[in-house]
């Protein structure tokens, strides 16, 4: 568990409390019941991480929503979005093993996390990460409930394939953009699990070993 449900389970069993005592315990159940459910919410499962080569997993749970080309500084990218709802498991992990390249936080606005100009518009995270043999930015962004992005890396940080990064509270989108020429293994709807689903496989180079040639995904 996220230690931030601490911080709104126990304001929430204190004001419960009190309202027992002062109104008796039926009027408390309101309370408590958002102190059940914001430890619920901040729930931090262990995942299966895969170790097929190239492979480039969620950095959150929920929904596939949008694949689409877009370009980032002129060049042609893969963008996969993902839409969190207030259900979903909000602990976001690395895409990929490698260094963490650069962090930008973006102010913005808060509108629903499903709409499109959300990706540009609202308040982010964006995250560049580079691995051995591509480079993976995914972007931590704010939805309609939604007022912290959580991140505990820093520039320089390397970090491990389906890692725990950070975190988005409540209601939220999660974009991961790809390099082109990435073979993307997921469809609009399907669900998917942070550090444990596969989004993409990135090309893997030729590599020479004793006995002759070894390719990765492709």
Not at 108 to 133: H, L, P, R, Y
């Amino acid at each position: 568990m996220v230690r931030d449900a601490y911080y709104f389970a126990v304001p929430l069993i204190l004001a419960g409390l009190l309202v027992s005592w002062l109104a008796g315990p039926w009027w408390a159940v309101p309370a408590w019941l958002l102190a059940a459910f914001c430890l619920w919410f901040f729930r931090d499962p262990e995942r299966q991480v895969p170790s097929d080569a190239g492979a480039i997993v969620s950095p959150a749970d929920g929904k596939v929503t949008d694949i689409s080309n877009i370009a980032v500084n002129g060049v042609e990218r893969v963008r996969i979005s993902i839409f969190l709802n207030v259900f979903n498991v909000h602990v976001n992990r690395s895409p990929i093993a490698g260094v963490i390249r650069d962090v930008t936080y973006q102010r913005g606005k808060f509108i629903n996390a499903m709409a499109a100009n959300s990706a540009d518009e609202n308040e982010q995270n964006i995250v560049t990460v580079e691995g051995e043999e591509h480079t993976v930015i995914f972007k931590q962004i704010a939805g309609l409930i939604a007022r912290r992005i959580v991140f505990n890396k820093k520039v320089g940080d390397r970090v491990g394939l389906g890692e725990r990064v950070g975190l988005i509270k409540f209601g939220s989108r999660v974009d991961v953009i790809l390099e082109s020429g990435t073979h993307v293994a997921v469809k609009v709807g399907d669900l998917v699990q942070g550090a444990s689903s596969i989004l993409a496989y990135a090309p893997v180079r030729k590599e020479l070993t004793g006995t002759g040639v070894r390719q990765g995904a492709q």
